[in-house]
Nanobody, 125 residues
Framework: QVQLVESGGGSVRSGDSLKLSCVVS????????MGWFRQTPDKEREFVAV???????TYADSVKGRFTISRNNDRKTVYLQMSSLKPEDTALYYC???????????????????WGRGTQVTVSS
């Protein structure tokens, strides 16, 4: 059974930092690129960041320079370090896994086969 379990969310103030983690089980982690997405009640789920199997990364323009995605293949964990948080970063953050070739990654949620349940991040001004 595939499981993706996010943690690390919370309520912080504008300018603070948080680090999200997503622990994966039930699949061969090395075969998957890993993405972070987020959603608010009044918006569609949107792409945040992705890291390929080989470690290449891509970010949404809204988080570039503030967020860093990383992975630890031994621990089957993907991380999202979030700094200089803004109120507009408030959302439910999901991690997702995409079975793909080594150097490929996708920003399209339709390409991701497995999803976690999310962790809430709330940023107050």
């Amino acid at each position: 059974q595939v499981q993706l379990v996010e943690s690390g969310g919370g309520s912080v103030r504008s300018g603070d930092s948080l680090k999200l983690s997503c622990v994966v089980s039930g699949l061969t982690f090395n075969y998957y690129s890993m993405g972070w997405f987020r959603q608010t009640p009044d918006k569609e789920r949107e792409f945040v960041a992705v890291i390929s199997r080989g470690g290449g990364t891509t970010y949404a323009d809204s988080v570039k320079g503030r967020f860093t995605i990383s992975r630890n293949n031994d621990r089957k964990t993907v991380y999202l370090q979030m700094s200089s948080l803004k109120p507009e970063d408030t959302a439910l953050y999901y991690c997702a896994a995409d079975r793909t070739i080594l150097s490929h990654w996708s920003i399209s949620q339709e390409d991701y086969e497995h999803w976690g349940r999310g962790t809430q991040v709330t940023v107050s001004s």
